[in-house]
């Protein structure tokens, strides 16, 4: 069966496309769709849910969307909804993480560690066309003082695992492991029929 993600984000498909293995996993730019969903929502899972809908009703395809961010306990919670957009809706595509990682870390460059708290949520929801599914995971770790590793995307880089490595730090099989997508992705595997 196919499943088409509402993203463009190759990286992303190719970590999807390792979780569910039974099913063919395409990206809306390998089904020939230019479609952008406004993420105007005020949580993950509305934001999510929206995207799964919306691009189901222009395909007729099983969608399955995220949205996901950090959410950095000093900050009481920012970036959170607005971890790709908090730059501008202009800087909000994948090539503009380096810029938002570099922010943060420069916002944070004073603070001792037990200050730099983070919490990595990723909502996943799918939508068939009948039924709805939404399903959410989180992963805690700190804010690094640097990007470290080459590996992964967006906030991996700057995302620290209690045990001392970043994210972008991990094998793709490492980072599969323990990933906040991989969790919600199992989670909503069970309703993928």
């Not at 969307?65 to 501008?88: H, M, N, Q």
């Not at 996943?124 to 690094?144: D, H, P, R, T």
């Amino acid at each position: 069966m196919e499943i088409l993600i509402a993203t463009n984000n190759e990286a992303k498909r190719k970590e999807i496309q390792e979780i569910l293995t039974e099913y063919e996993i395409i990206t809306l730019k390998q089904a020939n769709l230019n479609i952008k969903i406004k993420e105007d929502k005020n949580t993950f899972e509305e934001n999510a849910l929206k995207k799964a809908v919306e691009i189901y009703n222009k395909t007729k395809i099983p969608c399955i969307a995220d949205d996901s961010g950090i959410c950095i306990e000093e900050y009481e919670g920012w970036p959170g909804v607005k971890t790709a957009r908090f730059l501008g809706e202009d800087k909000s595509t994948a090539e503009y993480a380096s810029q938002r990682n570099e922010y943060i870390i420069e916002k944070m460059k004073k603070l001792p560690k037990e200050r730099r708290k983070v919490s990595y949520i990723t909502v996943i929801a799918y939508f068939n066309g009948k039924e709805k599914y939404i399903e959410k995971a989180k992963i805690e770790g700190y804010i690094s003082e640097k990007p470290r590793g080459e590996n992964g995307f967006g906030f991996d880089e700057i995302f620290e695992l209690k045990n001392g490595k970043t994210l972008a730090e991990l094998t793709a099989k490492e980072k599969n492991e323990i990933s906040s997508r991989k969790i919600a992705l199992e989670k909503i595997k069970r309703y993928i029929k």
